[in-house]
């Protein structure tokens, strides 16, 4: 079946450091691939996606590759800033169903001034 | 500007009691889902629903049941409530097409004791 592997958190960075999250997959097929960002006591947002291999998402300074070959789909921001501090979700949509999302555990991040 | 509407927002039942949570949204998306979001364990999909009349099981579905009686709404229902439902339940919505992403309520906070 599909499945999604995040990197565990926290992850704790200063303000304006460079952050990565990483995330691969597994499916069959030609998945899309999203990343969501979840504030506190706030449902999902959508923060990026990319529909097909080599595409880059990209919002508010965030960006992420569809990467085939490696099955991977990694959040980077170039400065993160502590409005940026919340939980990251990496979901993947198989192409083939009624459009269910497989996540991941989510990563929590943590931005310090 | 309402989009994804989950009622209540926060409820704490007795072990044994039963309740439904509602889902509306005014978006005229086809295609609904509730998931439960668990410490450590991400989203995981209880039930969905891909039309006004039509439901079935996603990852987690014991214990719930669902009704679309309305295409606006999406009902999650727990006939005897157990600690183990104890989470935050989230509803979704997107349209019937490819690469478009799931819309989120904020949550409902449900607490079994």
């Known amino acids: 079946g599909n499945s999604v592997t995040q990197m565990e958190g926290p992850v704790t960075l200063s303000e304006e450091a460079f952050l990565t999250i990483n995330c691969t997959y597994t499916a069959t097929g030609y998945p899309s691939l999203f990343w969501y960002v979840q504030y506190p006591g706030e449902g999902l947002q959508l923060l990026l996606k990319?529909?097909?291999?080599?595409d880059k998402g990209s919002n508010k300074g965030f960006e992420a590759t569809y990467r085939k070959e490696t099955t991977s789909f990694h959040l980077e921001k170039g400065s993160v800033q502590v409005s940026d501090s919340a939980v990251y979700f990496c979901a993947l949509r198989a192409d083939s169903g009624y459009s269910t999302l497989t996540f991941g555990k989510g990563t929590m991040l943590l931005v310090s001034p | 500007n309402a989009g994804v509407t989950q009622t209540p927002k926060f409820r704490v039942l007795k072990t044994g009691q039963s309740m439904t949570l509602l889902c509306a949204q005014d978006m005229n998306h086809e295609y609904m889902y509730w998931y439960r979001q668990d410490p450590g364990m991400g989203l995981r999909l209880i039930h969905y629903?891909?039309?006004?009349?039509?439901?079935a099981k996603g990852e987690v579905p014991d214990g719930y049941n669902v009704s679309r009686l309305k295409k606006q709404n999406f009902l999650l229902g727990l006939e005897s409530a157990a600690p183990s439902q104890t989470s935050v339940y989230f509803c979704?919505?997107?349209?019937?097409?490819?690469?478009?992403?799931?819309?989120f309520g904020d949550g409902t906070r449900l607490s079994i004791l």
């Open positions: 629903s891909v039309g006004e009349g039509t439901t």
């Open positions: 990319a529909t097909k291999a080599d």
């Open positions: 979704a919505s997107t349209r019937n097409s490819v690469n478009q992403p799931q819309h």
